[in-house]
């Protein structure tokens, strides 16, 4: 028996190698990597998940939590709601720069955003954005004096996505990285270069791919 065992056990390890090896192959080859390629994989990701990782500058280093954003706008603005006595808005209001983190298992994609962070507590963005769900928390709705928003500007964006295929070289082991530049974003090498071509480009909005 513990033959047998042995030898399934061998098997499984070649299968999984040959289709590990099978899966680089093909998507190394059918690889995207424009940016409206990136940008909409972004928005796939982000508009597919219920909830992202917001991590914040603490007072004793980066503090993290899950929070339940918004759908990003085409721009890839966000908008979070949070408590006014909570700790992440201390925190943005001595320093806006943040991160937010969105992983799909299912697409095996993941997307990292690094901007800065507006609270925003003005009753008409309030009312405008306000989960049902979340009377369980602020019973009085929106208008409670406790309740504010979050609003976050991207300035960088990281994506790797094997269902969209944005694998970059080294294969499994890179992202691709975007910068914001005036009103669209670009390759970070491009922006880099002061002679990167404006086919490098993309301009916002952009819509979410499949």
């Known amino acids: 028996m513990r033959y047998v065992l042995a030898m399934l056990r061998a098997l499984r390890d070649r299968l999984t190698r040959m289709f590990a090896l099978r899966f680089r192959e093909y998507s190394r080859a ?6 409206d390629d990136v940008l909409r994989a972004a928005q796939a990701t982000m508009k597919r998940k219920t909830f992202c990782v917001l991590a914040t500058q603490g007072e004793h280093g980066v503090a993290a939590r899950v929070l339940q954003p918004f759908p990003p706008e085409e721009d890839l603005v966000v908008w979070l709601g949070t408590s006014r006595a909570s700790r992440k808005v201390a925190e943005l209001e001595r320093d806006p720069r943040a991160t937010l983190v969105y992983e799909d298992d299912d697409k095996g994609a993941c997307v990292v955003l690094a901007g800065t962070i507006t609270v925003v507590d003005t009753l008409a963005e309030r009312e405008a954005r306000f989960h049902a769900t979340w ?5 009085e709705g929106p208008r409670s004096d406790d309740y504010v928003l979050l609003r976050f500007e991207p300035s960088w964006i990281e994506v790797w996505d094997a269902a969209r295929r944005i694998t970059p070289e080294p294969f499994g082991l890179a992202s691709m990285h975007l910068v914001k530049r005036g009103d669209g974003w670009a390759a970070a090498d491009a922006a880099r270069s002061s002679t990167s071509t404006r086919s490098r480009t993309s301009k916002v909005p952009i819509k979410a791919g499949p």
């Open 30 to 35: 059918r690889a995207r990597s424009s940016p």
């Open 135 to 139: 009377f369980a928390f602020w019973p």
